[in-house]
């Protein structure tokens, strides 16, 4: 059985459909104090699939719900988008390594379960489930509709050394050069941007992310790239969080598409995942 949360209904639904499995009917509301409420009508099996991402608070509320009412249950829990991922460190005395009480929070309900994520900002997340876990790699299926485009001599681009893996995969995914941003401060307010290596001018440049959140930095090299020669730039990324006016500042600098997957529903998610987490599903 499939169990969709709040923010990932339609995921669920598609995971649903391709595995032939019953897709739990389930209430979610907010009471007018703010307390979340989570009902499952279907009639539960002795193994089920929670399929839930936690981009806000409430959202890790509904999880933590959910996976009560499982209890006792095999579950097998899907967390497309993992909030707090980037919250893996300790950067300053007296901080939380946030990332790490919630996987301890989940921990509990998955004694005889599992757990999968995609594409984890930080894959030393993984280390703090005592259930077994998978780190899922969408780069392939984002790669896949990039190639269906019909770019011009491509060059994919890794923002920054931190996605660098990420973007080899597409690169060697699509046949195509990689390089990634490299910057450069030049003043106390000045910083210039720039691929390392690959002369970018003429060519069709693609940009590979694991998320976009501001869309900030992600604009200045849009922009960079164009003011380089690049011919057009497009942008792919995992987990489209999209906040505030990301995406009006990304088309502002000059992006010619952007594509995400379904980790969170937004109106650029047009790539599902749900086929590589069938995938991992059906291989347990």
């Known amino acids: ?27 979610y509301k907010t009471f007018p ?39 006792g249950r095999k579950i097998s829990l899907v967390i497309p988008y993992f909030g707090y991922a980037r ?13 790490r009480a919630v996987a301890r929070a989940l921990n509990p309900f998955l004694e005889s379960g599992r757990v999968a994520l995609v594409n984890i900002h930080a894959p030393s997340i993984m280390a703090h489930f005592r259930c077994p876990s998978e780190n899922l790699d969408a780069t392939p299926l984002l790669a896949e509709k990039v190639g269906s485009m019909g770019l011009k001599d491509a ?20 046949g195509a050069d990689c390089d990634y941003l490299q910057k450069t401060r030049l003043s106390g307010t000045e910083v210039s941007m720039a691929p390392k290596e690959v002369n970018v001018k003429g060519r069709d440049v693609v940009i590979f992310d694991d998320m976009i959140a501001t869309g900030g930095t992600m604009a200045t090299a849009i922009t960079l790239l164009r003011q380089q020669g690049a011919n057009r730039v497009y942008l792919a990324a995992v987990h489209p969080v999209l906040t505030g006016s990301a995406v009006l500042k990304l088309y502002r600098s000059g992006v010619e598409v952007v594509l995400a997957t379904d980790t969170l529903d937004k109106g650029v998610s047009t790539v599902s995942v749900a086929p590589l987490i069938a995938k991992a599903l059906r291989a347990q």
């Open 87 to 99: 919250q893996d460190k300790i950067f300053k005395p007296g901080e939380p390594m946030t990332a």
């Open 155 to 174: 060059v994919v681009i890794s923002p920054d050394k931190g996605a660098v893996a990420m973007a080899r995969t597409a690169a060697t995914c699509l």
């Open 1 to 27: 059985m499939i169990i969709g949360g709040p923010a990932s209904q339609l995921l669920a639904g598609r995971v649903a459909a391709i595995l032939g499995e019953t897709l739990a009917l389930c209430d």
């Open 33 to 71: 104090d703010g307390e979340s409420y989570s009902q499952i009508s279907t009639p539960l099996d002795d193994e089920v699939v929670i399929i839930q991402s936690t981009p806000t608070n409430q959202d890790l509320v509904y999880l933590l719900q959910l996976l009560d009412v499982c209890q």
